[in-house]
């Protein structure tokens, strides 16, 4: 698919929350849309600018803005809760307000200024049932019949949770890739593993679908807090320590609150000749 954006290059903004990073190009600049090929060229870390997850800001009659997701290999993902908390700062700043509401493929999310150069999003409720998950069978989602009993929790996207002793023990590359692809997940699922620090913290590690090992994820670290809270691991308030800081998680009637910093690292521009190598 070719986009207008061939002769004049395409604008883009690199940020990330706690390292979870993300390349955000504005919708209005890539009419014609992406293909899969130019989104896993700008993936590369080697050979493009390299991210998490991609994220197009599109126009909303139902919200402030509308948000569509890529992984790294060029699918779609249906939310990121570190890149909407990342927009979500960046057209605060931009509009001069202190909330507003995203849209995403996980419905409306409202999103707020949390001080201290903190920001928060509702993520919403969690997916608890298996058929909301998904998983392949009708069986209790907090004790999947695979080893390690971990639990399942949709976040709009499809999560796997296991609670270990030591949480930095755990060889990701092979673990990840292993239960990604398992076949109770039809849908692929990211992968979690955490272990208990103190009273309501949790450490987690994570394994994304469709990206691989990432110093953070929002929608993981919503999961892991909603898992720990159900088996009885924490409250429903949770501190969790990723790679290199602090999400705070906070399960309540409304919705799953994540708190947590932002970056706007820079802004730059796609070249022509670029987009036409890999935007076939």
């Not at 061939?6 to 903004?13: E, H, I, R, T, V």
């Not at 023990?169 to 692809?181: I, R």
């Not at 970056?263 to 070249?271: E, I, K, N, Q, R």
Request: hydrophobic share 40%; aromatic share 6%; glycine share 12%.
């Amino acid at each position: 698919m070719q986009t207008q954006t061939a002769s004049s290059g395409l604008p883009f903004m690199k940020m990330h929350g706690l390292g979870n990073d993300f390349v955000v190009i504005n919708g209005t600049d890539v009419p014609g849309g992406l293909s899969d090929s130019l989104v896993s060229a700008i993936a590369h870390r080697n050979t493009g600018v390299g991210f998490d997850q991609l994220a197009v800001i599109e126009e909303s009659d139902r919200a402030d803005a509308r948000l569509v997701f890529y992984n790294a290999d060029g699918s779609l993902s249906a939310t990121c809760g570190n890149a909407t908390r990342c927009i979500a700062r960046h057209l605060m700043d931009e509009r001069g307000v202190d909330s507003l509401v995203l849209e995403t493929e996980r419905g409306l999310l409202p999103c707020e200024d949390g001080g201290n150069g903190l920001t928060r999003v509702n993520m919403g409720a969690p997916l608890l049932a298996w058929n909301e998950v998904p998983i392949a069978q009708d069986i209790d989602t907090l004790h999947l019949p695979i080893n390690g009993d971990p639990v399942a929790t949709g976040m709009g996207n499809p999560h796997c949770t296991f609670f270990v002793d030591d949480a930095e023990a755990v060889d990701l590359n092979t673990f990840g890739p292993a239960h990604e692809h398992h076949p109770l997940f039809p849908e692929r699922t990211n992968v979690q593993v955490a272990h208990l620090i103190g009273p309501d913290h949790l450490r987690m590690r994570v394994w994304e679908r469709g990206t691989g090992i990432t110093m953070a994820s929002g929608s993981s670290s919503c999961a892991t807090a909603v898992a720990a809270a159900r088996r009885g691991i924490t409250g429903r308030k949770v501190r969790i320590s990723l790679e290199i800081g602090d999400l705070v998680i906070d399960w309540r009637e409304d919705g799953v609150w994540m708190e947590g910093p932002t970056a706007h690292v820079f802004s730059g521009t796609f070249t022509p000749g670029f987009i036409e190598a890999h935007n076939g």
